[in-house]
């Protein structure tokens, strides 16, 4: 029986036909992978990186259910009769790390994910399906990844304790298709939420260990410079990165348009610097730039979804704006540096510095979450999400954050300002804004929450658009650009909202829709 074979040699096939498709048909110079692959077309070398991942990954599901074996043969009772131990290795993971070279952790991993994707054999002997049938599918048709998988099996286990078997199979058949779509980041973000959900009680003890662990350490090296190593919890660290990206992203404004040579607002000699070569700046013509920008208010969430910023390097209807007229000075920080300098302003103004620490503005730090899981109704999921954050924190941290703060309510289904404007205006509203960031997170295709701005779908110039949250969507710049620049179109679900990309054929042939980063906001199970 060669079944598992037989679909490798499928698959080496089909990557052979792509790679032999992708070079010119005469005048192909022999040599190793890098110079075959500089002779591909852009298309030719998409498809073979398609084709080399599906590879890679049924490769990864054979060698996962060798492991799986290797474990059934060493139980911890046969001692040193079991497999491993025969052969001179302490455990299964032990074994299979010496063989391939690879690292401990995620051979164990493998190992992990091929108990629960192997097919089993009954005392009786009779087969019997893997634990988790649907996941097992997927992954032997080389659908997900390892590490995806092992995601999952070890969410499904930590909340099987307290789950229905009906919700845990329908939890795992939703995971699994999100794996079929979504980064493992994106991924983590799913089952992160998803286990929130499903075992809400699990938050409060995982925070009340995480507050035990916070510190921050201090010292001195022999030439002077201060070192700080800090690991805090949810509760502590989050206003402390909000207060820090905010000063950042107040900085990037200010020099964001100004620092390319030959522009009349920078200085002499002055060069790109770090935050330009990102993505285009709007202030500089280029025919690639959108023809529909909707500039008159930025989504950037230290701004609280557009308006004005209250200080220096914040900004007006997405301009930047400085203290003084004349010209932008050149930013030639990192990132990294100005958040030490944002720690060293703090630390000023704490210590009793009349005025506001420079360059910050009037930030606000966005929880999310449900009225019920607020106030601890019963039933409630009892988790809310941090703008931010990728990982969900328990109902009574949000209390704990919502207790001395400010909050603005986000009524949904309930009579509040008017979102839909039709075409009395081309810019969108602050309430607007707000409706489209509780939507959308960020970035509808990226995910990211810097430079985001509003976007009508259909275009207000071109297409008539009006200015109604149906035909909105929140972009980042370089998204922004992109999908203006290639053709990309957009599809808002009427009934739930999601947001879809259609890729060109010159990006994709056969113009699959891709979901867009609102999927993996929605709460799961």
């Not at 994910?113 to 009786?124: C, D, H, K, M, N």
């Not at 039933?379 to 328990?394: E, L």
């Not at 810097?450 to 710049?477: F, K, M, Q, S």
Request: proline share 7%.
């Amino acid at each position: 029986m060669r079944p598992p074979l037989d679909a490798l040699q499928t698959q080496l096939t089909a990557l052979v036909g792509e790679w032999e498709g992708a070079l010119p048909p005469f005048g192909v110079v022999d040599g190793g992978p890098a110079t075959v692959l500089g002779q591909m077309s852009d298309r030719g070398l998409y498809a073979v990186v398609t084709a080399a991942a599906s590879l890679a990954r049924k490769v990864d599901a054979l060698t996962t259910a060798v492991y799986a074996e290797v474990a059934r043969r060493s139980p911890r009772e046969a001692g040193v009769e079991g497999f491993a131990r025969r052969f001179g290795f302490a455990s299964p993971a032990r074994l299979a790390a010496a063989a391939t070279g690879g690292h401990f952790g995620r051979v164990m991993a493998q190992v992990a994910v091929g108990e629960e994707v192997a097919e089993r054999i009954a005392l009786t002997g009779e087969p019997l399906p893997p634990l988790r049938a649907y996941l097992a599918a997927a992954f032997h048709a080389g659908q997900v990844s390892v590490d995806a998988a092992h995601l999952i099996v070890g969410m499904l286990n930590r909340v099987a304790h307290c789950t229905d078997i009906a919700v845990l199979e329908r939890a795992e058949r939703d995971l699994t298709d999100y794996a079929r779509t979504f980064t493992l980041d994106e991924l983590k973000i799913i089952v992160g939420r998803m286990a929130a959900t499903l075992d809400p009680d699990g938050l409060e003890p995982r925070e009340s260990e995480q507050f035990a662990r916070r510190s921050l350490t201090l010292r001195e090296d022999a030439k002077g410079m201060i070192h700080i190593r800090g690991v805090l919890d949810p509760v502590t660290g989050a206003p402390i990165k909000a207060a820090l990206e905010a000063y950042v992203t107040a900085h990037e404004r200010t020099a964001r348009g100004h620092n390319h040579p030959g522009n009349p607002a920078s200085p002499a000699g002055a060069t790109t610097s770090l935050a330009d070569t990102a993505e285009p700046a709007s202030t500089v013509p280029d025919e690639s730039a959108p023809t529909d920008r909707d500039e008159s208010a930025s989504a950037d969430p230290a701004t609280t979804a557009g308006g004005a910023v209250d200080g220096a390097g914040g900004a007006v209807d997405g301009a930047a704006v400085t203290d003084s007229p004349g010209p932008v000075p050149v930013e030639i920080r990192s990132e990294a540096q100005m958040r030490a300098d944002a720690l060293s302003a703090f630390a000023r103004h704490a210590l009793g510095c009349e005025s506001r620490v420079p360059g910050l503005p009037i930030i606000t730090m966005v929880v999310r979450v449900d009225l019920e899981d607020l106030l601890g109704a019963l039933g409630a999921a009892g988790f809310a999400t941090v703008d931010g954050k990728s990982q969900p924190i328990s109902a009574a941290a949000a209390r704990q954050l919502a207790a001395g703060a400010t909050l603005i309510p986000a009524v949904m289904g309930g009579p509040s300002l008017p979102l839909d404007l039709g075409r009395a205006t081309r810019h969108f509203t602050k309430a607007q804004l707000l409706a489209l960031w509780e939507r959308d997170g960020g970035c509808a295709l990226c995910g990211q929450t810097r430079w985001v701005e509003a976007h009508h779908v259909a275009w207000w110039v071109r297409d008539h658009g009006p200015t109604d949250i149906r035909n909105a969507v929140l972009l980042c710049c370089h998204c922004h650009h992109r999908v203006h620049r290639e053709g990309w179109r957009i599809h808002i679900t009427p009934d739930d909202a999601r947001v879809w990309f259609i890729p060109p054929p010159t990006v994709d042939p056969a113009q699959q829709p891709r979901p867009g980063h609102t999927f993996h906001r929605r709460r799961a199970a």
